[in-house]
Each structure stands twice: as C-alpha cells, then as structure tokens.
Nanobody, 121 residues
Framework: QVQLVESGGGLAQSGGSLRLSCAAS????????MGWHRQAPGKQRELVAT???????DYADSVKGRFTISRDNAKKTVYLQMNSLKPEDTGVYYC???????????????WGKGTQVTVSS
C-alpha cells in the first residue's frame, strides 16, 4: 500500500515561515504530479501548489511569491516552503500525489492525512 505522511506544520506568527514535508512510501513504481492543498475551517479544500515530475510548478494566486513547492525524487518527498505567512493561510494542509504502484497499474491519486498550520496575527 502507499502512504503519504506530512510533517512540519505548527504555529507561526504573521510574517513568519514554515516548511512542510510530505514523504511517500510503500509500493511505488513512479510518481507523477505532487501537490499541496489546504482546508480552512468552514471552507472547501483548495489547491495551493503543484509540481510535475520534471519540476514544473503552479501556484494559487493567493500564495504566489510567498510559497515555494519543490520535490526530491530520490526521497519521494515534496516540500512546501511558506514565507510571509498570513492569518488567512491557517488551515489543514494536505499533500497528494499521482502514483503508479507498478508498470501495469494506472496512476492513482493518494492523499496524506494532513498537518495543521495556524498563523496568528
């Protein structure tokens, strides 16, 4: 089975920084796109950033210039460096990845359980 485990969440002050990590493990043949989503209290989950297997990135307008997504393919890990944090960045951050478990499997979306990020004003 495949697992995605996030780490690095916590409490930060407005203007501060946090770095999230998400490591994939288990039966993995290849990983295509990886990404981060977040869900604020009472709101729908929204896309924050994505990164392709060849490191092409895309960001939500709300985080452009402040957040940076990166990945280490050897470690099967995706990162989210969050700078200039704002209270509206508060929420549970989830990583996801499109993973093939073998050459004969189709790519499937897998999700982590999430890590809480709280930004105080």
């Amino acid at each position: 089975q495949v697992q995605l485990v996030e780490s690095g969440g916590g409490l930060a002050q407005s203007g501060g920084s946090l770095r999230l990590s998400c490591a994939a493990s288990g039966r993995i043949f290849s990983i295509n796109n990886m990404g981060w989503h977040r869900q604020a209290p009472g709101k729908q989950r929204e896309l924050v950033a994505t990164i392709s297997s060849d490191s092409i990135t895309d960001y939500a307008d709300s985080v452009k210039g402040r957040f940076t997504i990166s990945r280490d393919n050897a470690k099967k890990t995706v990162y989210l460096q969050m700078n200039s944090l704002k209270p509206e960045d508060t929420g549970v951050y989830y990583c996801n990845a499109a993973i093939r478990q073998s050459w004969y499997h189709n790519s499937q979306q897998f999700w982590g359980k999430g890590t809480q990020v709280t930004v105080s004003s």
